[in-house]
Structure formats: C-alpha cells, structure tokens
C-alpha cells in the first residue's frame, strides 16, 4: 500500500497544468515587438517563452534570457541575462529592456498579439511571428 501511495504521489507533478504565461498558449512562438506605449517599435525585438519558464529573445543589439515562473497573466522579467555587444540600435535596445523590466501583466489575444501593461499605463504590444 504504501509503494502505491508513494507512485501516486510522484505522479502529482506530471499531472499539474502549466499556469505561466507559456502554459496558455504563448510557449515556442516567436514573439515580435510592434509597438511599445503606444508608438511603433522602430527595432526589431524578440521574445520567445520556453515551457522551463525560461524567456529568452533578441533585443535590437543583444541576445537575453531570463526566468518568468509566475502564474498567467502576471509577468516579472528579472534579473536579465544578456550580452553585450555594440549597434547603431542601443539607444532602442535600453528602451526595449527598460520597458520590458517594468510589464507586470500579459495578456493573449485572440488575434494574434500580445500585450504586455503594467499599472502605471506602459504597454509592449507583441505580434506572433515566424
């Protein structure tokens, strides 16, 4: 009985629905940065959610990752990993990674898009892409 038990407990795990924001939908999808408050994004930026809760994506410049494990719609993207390398686009790149530090929710639209917002009025608008 207890070898039973201990069997059924070690399949609770595999048995949990993933509740970030890659379990309802956004996990393997590139994800491309449209528009950031409210005017377009005049780079080109990338997010890409992995199913370990792991982001990782291109910034204007920079390749980066970081751990989001909080449960969909609420987002943190701290600390960033990212390297370091120089382009015309940094000025961009800082905006993108300022930005992007201060989102708190996510939302999945039905139309392709997600939107990032915090409570202050920011917004990242992402388009599902290639």
């Keep these: 009985m207890r070898l039973l038990a201990a069997a059924l407990i ?3 795990p595999a048995c949990q629905k993933d509740e970030t924001v890659a379990g309802y939908g956004a996990a393997g ?3 491309t940065l449209i528009e950031q408050n409210g005017a377009p994004f005049p780079a080109r930026a990338t997010l890409v959610f992995g199913e370990d809760g792991r ?3 291109q910034a204007p410049c920079n390749r980066f990752t970081f751990t989001n494990d909080l449960p ?3 987002f943190e993207s701290g600390p960033v990993a990212a390297t370091k390398m120089a382009c015309p686009d940094l000025e961009a790149e800082g905006a993108f990674l300022k930005n992007l ?3 708190t929710r996510v939302i999945l ?3 392709g898009n997600m ?3 915090n409570d202050e009025g920011g917004e ?3 388009t599902a892409s290639e």
Excluded: K, Q, R
């Design 10 to 12: 070690g399949l609770i």
């Design 29 to 31: 999808i590139t994800w």
């Design 55 to 57: 982001v990782s994506g």
């Design 72 to 74: 969909y719609p609420w």
């Design 101 to 103: 530090s201060a989102m």
């Design 109 to 111: 639209g039905e139309d």
């Design 115 to 117: 939107t990032m917002a």
């Design 124 to 126: 990242m608008v992402f």
